[in-house]
């Protein structure tokens, strides 16, 4: 009996590696390649669903700088950072962006979006919550870039970089 159990040890060793290598790969790629994540809310209608939408990100565009106006990123949130935002990037450090009016008592505004910034806007001007409120958000909060929606089945495909009107 003593005889078969080293050689349980070994397996169970060997096994737990395999398992350990595994997982830290897994990590690595949800961490530096591509991630799974779900947007929800009202600010990108009509892009995505107010109930949520799974889509793809890809960390590529980020890490290597193409990002540019029109894409949709998802990005640490600059007034809660336990929360991720998903917006739209509509200016590019030292773009100029020109803000409407929200109310008639106000005017139009104009922002220059500063260097290792980009200004971020929800599709849906009426109920988002961005860069009109907090101003443009540094790079370092992007996570990445949507790339491809999976769910709701129906829906599923790329997700194209518009420019914003």
Known sequence: MSGKRPSFLKELLSQGG????FCCILHCFHEHVLDVTICIGPSMLPTFN???DVVLVEFFSTKFQRLKTGDVVVAKSPTN??????KRICGMP???VTVQPAHSFQSIRHHVVPEGHVWLQGDNLANS???RSYGAVP???VRGRVFYKV???????RIVSAKPS
């Open 81 to 86: 950072p336990k929360q991720t935002v998903c």
């Open 139 to 141: 790079l370092g909060l």
């Open 50 to 52: 107010v109930e949520g």
């Open 18 to 21: 395999a398992a350990f290598q």
């Open 151 to 157: 769910w709701p089945m129906r829906e599923a495909g």
């Open 94 to 96: 030292g773009d100029v």
């Open 129 to 131: 919550t961005d860069s």
